[in-house]
Each structure stands twice: as C-alpha cells, then as structure tokens.
C-alpha cells in the first residue's frame, strides 16, 4: 500500500510499470489517471489544495477499506497539489488482484471516492480570471452513492 501526496509530477508509465513489477502474486492491475481537463479551451490553471497529514490519512482509511471490500494485493494512490495546466496528470489509482474484477472494482472506489470525498479544494483560472472553488458535481455524488 502507499499513498503519496505530492507536488511534484511524476512519469505515469514509470509508476505503472513499478507498480506492476512490484505484485507477484497477482494476475491483473488496473491502473488510472486524472488529468486536468479544459473543456471550453479557457482554464489557463487550476490549484489544488490540501490539508497536510489530514489529506494523507483519509487517502490511507479509503484505501484500507477497498482492501477489506476486495481481495488486493496492492494499492497506489498519488494525487497532486498545487498550480496545474490543462493536460498534466493529477492524480493515479493502481490496484493489483488475484482476479480482474476485484482489480477494477476497487479502482472504481478509489476513484470515485478521491473525486467526490478525498480533502483536496481545487480553484479554476480562466482567461477572464479566477471562477472560484470548484463545486462537486451532481455525477460524482451518485457515483459514489453506487458503493
């Protein structure tokens, strides 16, 4: 297990492929990332914040529970913080199994749960300016509800 809260970018393959290497006992990985998306062509930024040690804890309690709900291997989440531009990764879920299907379910839950419950604020800047704290979206709350 490791979770990493960091500012830093990092190199998705290189992650993925350690990742991978890392599990010998499992039969599938499920790997994802988030990217910063600009869908009207205007987000010129958008900040993340977090609380440090805050943020960390309630990655690792998620993450605990999708070991208990799914027979896991391993897990790996990375979210960034700070200034991030359109196109650059924020954040990765990898979850390694015996079976695909507990692999891919609890992505699903990890993914679900970092987009709609995970303690990061995320601030948009437009070429006409800050547009303020970014609200949770009504698809994400029902996502996670499924679980």
Do not use: N
Request: aromatic content about 10%; overall charge negative.
């Amino acid at each position: 297990m490791a979770v990493r809260v960091q500012s830093e970018a990092f190199e998705y393959g290189a992650e993925c492929a350690g990742f991978a290497a890392s599990v010998t006992d499992a039969g599938a990985v499920v790997t994802f990332a988030g990217i910063v998306r600009d869908d009207g062509g205007q987000l010129r930024e958008m900040e993340i914040e977090h609380y440090p040690g805050m943020t960390e804890r309630a990655l690792e309690a998620i993450e605990a529970e999708a070991r208990a709900r799914w027979q896991l291997s391993d897990a790996l989440i990375i979210h960034r913080f700070g200034p991030l531009s359109p196109g650059e990764i924020i954040m990765m879920v990898a979850t390694a199994a015996r079976h695909r299907a507990d692999a891919f379910a609890a992505a699903e839950f990890l993914m679900d749960f970092l987009k709609s419950r995970a303690p990061f604020w995320k601030k948009e800047t437009t070429a006409r300016g800050s547009t303020g704290w970014v609200a949770a979206k009504d698809e994400d709350e029902a996502a996670l509800r499924r679980w």
